[in-house]
């Protein structure tokens, strides 16, 4: 049979149809035409964003909520550097995704021609894999390669450059068969070994972190844990891989730890780390284990074999993903005694009385250890808590009780100005989930722009923004090591509700914490994209440390 000739253009598109791709986030350019007009008619939803990084993280947040390469396509040069803060983010998060990114003309190259760019060079160590398509004939091929590296091993971004010609040029090619995740399982004896350690074990823990899980895997992790009362803890910023009302859930491995569940970890004789890679922020800069030979049996699941034995020498290492190991786990049995059973007891009751925001008082008018607990009260499980990186974001991470897989969205790479682009990247694929931002005044404006592109699609996000006018965690820092010389960490911020109200949204300005609970259900019922400007008094830098405090204790220890 003849294949039909269509353009590059074209057969990448069908090549997207093919794969499965429902969605992509794109700011257009002339680069990549051919690409837009083959979208015109296909059965693809198009978001469009007002700047590349945005875009790139939607779609990055779009591959974290369905562990499906999220797509992004983006204009060359300067268009294709913006978008670099979603790749770096794909990365160190280990999510799928796939960057298609115009490119001048083949017969251009290597004359330096308008917004050139070796996207090879430029997002080679960004990437899993960046290449450049040559032949309209060879994109069944290469989306077909690009859609297996994303997903497989340790997921992750794909890089791909379209030169501008190569879109219009005819080619009859037949299409690629839909691309199939590659899953590795654990063997029979390795599961046996495994119940044989926990067998012998005192003093386990679990730590659950990385990508490739699924609501069904951590449903079967549960019962594991249930079946041997066994304690369990998630690392930086993937608590949603547990559910948090669990009797033997202990916490969370991130910013601000809880130092009775560090001791805890330090203490067990037995780590069973599974999907995580335990890298410098869970890990409290590789202090929570010895490299390479850690002194507790560590038991290591991930599915990459590069991740096993790369910082820390396992015990038992066992190349599976999430969704696999712990299928395997339905299998193994518990000890008929359990000696750790009351530990986890005590380990559940420090983390609910650490994560009590009833307790918690600072300075200022606003009061956010209540406003948690206001939330707490009216928000629903189901809700999609969004964020970038800044201090404020503790008083989700310690507060919030994430107890559904898929409502976490937030950067293990410490990206500011991600919250808003990720609840728009969720409400696009999931309309009826409540979603909630938390950003901090320097965080929110990195990409506050897409605020734009949430009023443009009718997407009733709400943003809880957290004024307290300054970089405040740079400020923190800044006070620990240089107390009292202030410098470039002050802001002077516009009037956030009235930024909300320009775009055609919602917005309010919150300074007292009476005023909050009446505000979030004006800013939910009004059903637009919605802002709180929350004004935080600028002492209150973490939830239990302010500001002077941090200065005095620096200053006595230089005496």
Not at 530 to 542: G, K, M, N, Q, S
């Amino acid at each position: 049979m003849t294949e039909p000739s269509r353009t590059g253009g074209q057969i990448l598109v069908d090549q997207l149809l093919i794969h499965g791709v429902d969605h992509i986030f794109c700011v257009p350019g002339e680069s990549y035409l051919a690409a837009l007009d083959a979208l015109h008619d296909a059965s693809i939803n198009v978001t469009v964003c007002r700047q590349e990084g945005g875009a790139a993280m939607m779609a990055e947040a779009y591959g974290k909520l369905t562990g499906r390469p999220g797509i992004c396509f983006v204009t060359r040069g300067p268009g294709a550097t913006n978008a670099s803060p979603g790749i770096h983010i794909a990365k160190q998060d280990s999510t799928p995704m796939i960057l298609f990114v115009g490119q001048i003309e083949r017969g251009m190259r290597e004359r330096e021609a308008f917004q050139e760019l070796d996207y090879r060079a430029a997002f080679g160590p960004l990437a899993k894999w960046a290449t450049e398509v040559d032949d309209p004939a060879r994109f069944p091929e290469i989306v077909s390669r690009a859609f297996h590296v994303a997903t497989s091993g340790r997921p992750g971004p794909v890089v791909i450059a379209l030169p501008e010609d190569v879109l219009t040029e005819m080619a009859a090619v037949a299409d690629a068969p839909r691309y199939q995740i590659i899953e590795t399982h654990p063997g029979l004896t390795q599961m046996a070994e495994l119940q044989k350690l926990l067998h012998g074990a005192k003093n386990p823990i679990a730590l659950l972190g990385g990508s490739r899980w699924s609501e069904t895997a951590v449903q079967r992790f549960v019962r594991f844990a249930e079946r041997f009362e066994l304690p369990v803890a998630c690392t930086f910023r993937r608590q949603m891989l547990f559910p948090a009302d669990h009797a033997s859930y202990i916490g969370d491995l991130g910013l601000g730890v809880n130092p009775k569940l560090l001791a805890r970890i330090k203490e067990a004789d037995l780590v069973l780390l599974v999907g995580g890679r335990l890298s410098e922020i869970p890990s409290q800069a590789y202090s929570l284990l010895d490299i390479p030979a850690p002194q507790q049996t560590l038991v290591h699941i991930h599915p990459d074999p590069s991740e096993l034995g790369r910082v820390y020498s396992p015990h038992l290492a066992v190349n599976a993903s999430p969704i696999a190991f712990t299928a395997a786990l339905e299998g193994v049995h518990p000890p008929a005694s359990l000696p750790w059973s009351e530990g986890t007891k005590t380990a559940h009751a420090d983390y609910l009385a650490w994560s009590d925001p009833s307790a918690i008082r600072t300075a200022g008018g606003l009061q956010m250890g209540e406003v948690m607990a206001h939330l707490r009260k009216v928000m629903p499980s189901d809700t999609i808590f969004c964020n970038g990186a800044g201090n404020f974001a503790t008083w989700v991470h310690r507060f919030w009780p994430f107890r559904e897989y898929g409502t976490q969205l937030a950067p293990t790479s410490g990206s500011m100005g991600y919250g808003v682009p990720a609840a728009i990247g969720a409400k696009r694929i999931q309309p009826d989930s409540p979603v909630v931002v938390f950003a901090g005044d320097g965080d929110f404006l990195m990409n506050g722009q897409e605020f734009a592109t949430a009023v443009q699609y009718d997407l009733p996000i709400l943003v809880i923004l957290l004024d307290n006018g300054m970089y405040g965690t740079i400020r923190m820092h800044q006070e620990r090591d240089y107390p009292g010389r202030v410098s470039a960490t002050m802001l002077k911020n516009p009037d956030f509700a009235a930024y909300a109200k320009a775009f055609g949204g919602y917005g309010e300005r919150v300074a007292n914490t009476e005023e909050f609970g009446p505000a979030l259900q004006r800013a939910l019922t009004s059903s637009k994209p919605a802002i709180l400007h929350c004004i935080i008094d600028p002492e209150v830098i973490t939830p239990t440390m302010s500001l002077t405090a941090i200065r005095e204790k620096a200053l006595a220890g230089k005496k």
